[in-house]
């Protein structure tokens, strides 16, 4: 049995390199040149309209060391011009640099808007040489730079595709020789339209892509919620495929530079071979886990690491080697990738696990890989030329791709939660074998289980009412804790903090800012004329001033750390850590500025309160009393209100 799997093995290795060396015999034939040593003939644009490939009618000359110009391509007989069969030129990787030429005539009577339109968004620099003959012989020369080496602004149109606009009067001809160099691969789909029929044309293109697009968004967005409800990594790593790929695409087809980074040309170049290496890193990994490939140490899970360390270090170099080198690796590294892939759902279809995730994986990779690699691998070397054909396929491979995952892992779930479901049902089905068997036993069982769960009821709901009058007792604990806690370290009258809150304060930050070396200040602050204004006013108004003053007191020590306390009667502290004297002494004089400016209303009386204020401030160490600020502002307040009232008064000892 191993003999012969081995042996078809071996057929059908032999079968691929055959029709290998078939494919790029045709395309070799299908690729070949003529050569000629003219430049174009006119071709007149009324047998080209409304859109055709220029391919057939163009010339090109290969410019080895890139070192001819304009003028010497025009001026130069020894040039050798080419002109191929293929409606799309298409040479491949190259270091080389290519002149095209072709001319064009408005052999109608009327005055013509033409669009030149060159498909391959991935060309780095394209230099366009616009030669105008009029009808009466006037020519004028002009030239244009594009290319995605370019900023995306500077182009004559914007669109991912690179647009030349073509005006002809009747009669007038055009001249035009293309100058194209890129790291990429060389292709180039030339196609003249008349500018109304390009942009009808672009209207289906645009709701193909669109459907496309919107499949893999979708995907995208489906599995990202699937991971989310479920947490399984196979959910996840398929969501940042699909997302990679979305990527991949938007970079080959030019849109990433269009509309997610215009203008980086830097990030635009290296794009493509990260995003292609991401795919072959997220697409390892995918798999690593939905084939469980990860439980054993054997050859499929040594190549699929090789894949995932490989992707990360390709990604990264990506970003520092030249476009040219890391693309053809990428590549590499891509086909190594699903042709592992491939080779592991081929060995589960040999073991007879045809109805399987493995069977519907390896259809779809079936159906996929060989359309995947003659369309594009083919085409990005040079031997096969629809562009059309890569564009699309892509789009439609990758929409595809990603489906078929979605439904693979899918269907791996439903069948998980079917034998799942079969074990329940085996097991209700045991269960209910023994339970007939023995009846009578259950019987008396059951009498004894609704003894006990009527016993088990009884204590949960003493258990209930236990617990709830436990919570009704705690909370009522609280709030009484609460009120006294408050009544405790509160002035009743103004709501500030009474004295014997404040000296725990006191206390507490004396030692801290003896710890940490830093400045402690206290603002002692007494109201002026209290007992003339109780005479004169009443205790009334003696009372709203001193609520008057508790209240404007937080508005200038606004710190969460400055402590603010009624100490005695009409005396008030302001505690204030980290600030020196001076400091202390500015908040004290706002505060005094701030209280005489506020006139009080009582009745019918309007009167002014004025404060005194004395401002001690100390670094504590170990050589000071803890009370030395304490009896440091007082004694600046007593100088105060001894001078004259209505000041502030710094202490220095």
Excluded at 154 to 166: D, Q, S, T
């Amino acid at each position: 049995m191993i003999t012969n799997r081995v042996q078809i093995g071996f057929d059908m290795v032999e079968s691929f390199k055959f029709l290998a060396r078939t494919v790029i015999f045709c395309m070799t034939l299908v690729c070949s040149v003529n050569v000629i040593a003219v430049q174009p003939d006119k071709v007149g644009i009324s047998s080209l309209l409304p859109s055709s490939y220029l391919g057939e009618y163009i010339v090109y000359a290969v410019d080895i060391d890139g070192s001819r110009d304009y003028q010497g391509i025009k001026q130069n007989n020894n040039i050798t011009w080419y002109s191929g069969k293929q409606p799309i030129p298409s040479f491949g990787f190259t270091n080389k640099t290519y002149w095209l030429a072709f001319n064009l005539l408005n052999d109608t009577s009327q005055y013509q808007e033409l669009l030149l339109v060159l498909g391959n968004p991935l060309i780095d620099s394209i230099e366009i040489y616009d030669e105008t003959t009029s009808s009466i012989g006037q020519v004028s020369e002009a030239k244009t730079l594009l290319g995605d080496n370019h900023p995306f602004n500077e182009r004559l149109v914007e669109e991912n595709h690179f647009l030349y606009p073509i005006k002809l009067r009747a009669g007038e001809s055009r001249a035009i020789y293309l100058r194209v160099q890129s790291t990429s691969s060389i292709q180039l789909p030339l196609t003249l339209w008349e500018r109304n029929a390009y942009y009808e044309s672009k209207r289906p293109q645009l709701l193909f892509e669109g459907i496309v697009y919107g499949v893999l968004i979708t995907v995208f967005f489906y599995n990202a919620y699937m991971y989310l409800l479920s947490r399984q990594s196979t959910r996840l790593h398929l969501s940042l495929l699909t997302l990679m790929v979305l990527l991949f695409i938007a970079s080959h087809e030019g849109i990433g530079y269009s509309y997610l980074w215009p203008n980086q040309a830097w990030w635009n170049e290296r794009s493509i071979v990260v995003f292609l290496a991401l795919c072959s890193l997220f697409l390892s990994s995918f798999f690593f886990g939905f084939l469980d490939i990860g439980r054993k140490k054997d050859i499929r899970n040594k190549t699929l690491m090789v894949c995932i360390y490989g992707a990360v270090i390709v990604a990264l170099m990506g970003l520092v080697i030249p476009y040219a080198i890391m693309i053809r690796v990428a590549s590499i590294l891509f086909m190594l990738t699903i042709f592992s892939i491939f080779y592991f759902g081929v060995s589960r279809l040999m073991k007879g696990r045809k109805g399987s995730a493995g069977h519907l994986l390896s259809v779809s990779w079936l159906c996929v890989l060989p359309f995947f690699f003659l369309a594009f691998i083919f085409n990005k070397i040079g031997l096969f030329s629809q562009f059309s054909v890569d564009q699309h396929i892509l789009l439609v491979i990758s929409a595809v791709t990603v489906m078929l995952l979605t439904m693979a892992v899918s269907e791996k779930l439903v069948k998980t939660s079917h034998r799942l479901i079969d074990a329940q049902k085996l097991a209700i089905e045991h269960e209910r074998i023994s339970r007939i068997s023995s009846q009578d036993e259950l019987s008396k069982l059951k009498d004894n289980y609704e003894i006990d769960r009527q016993m088990m009821e009884a204590n949960r709901k003493l258990a209930r009412q236990l617990e709830n009058r436990v919570v009704v007792q705690e909370r009522q604990i609280e709030e009484v804790s609460e009120q006294l806690e408050s009544s405790s370290i509160l002035d009743k009258a103004t709501g500030l903090s009474n004295k014997e809150s404040f000296m725990s304060f006191y206390q507490s930050e004396w030692r801290r800012s003896a710890r940490g070396k830093s400045h402690l200040s206290l603002l002692a602050i007494e109201l002026d004329w209290s007992e003339g204004i109780a005479e004169q006013f009443g205790e009334v108004a003696l009372q709203k001033s001193l609520l008057y003053l508790a209240s404007i007191l937080p508005k200038f020590a606004q710190r969460p750390s400055d402590i603010i306390a009624r100490y005695d009667g009409t005396t008030f502290m302001v505690l204030m850590p980290d600030t020196d004297a001076e400091g202390a002494w500015l908040v004290a004089e706002r505060i005094r500025s701030g209280v005489e400016k506020k006139m009080i209303k009582h009745n019918a009386y309007v009167f002014s309160a004025t404060i005194s204020v004395g401002v001690s401030s100390v670094i504590p160490s170990h050589h000071h009393l803890e009370d030395v600020l304490i009896t440091a502002s007082q004694k600046a307040l007593y100088d105060v209100q001894k001078s004259g009232k209505n000041s502030v008064k710094l202490f220095e000892s």
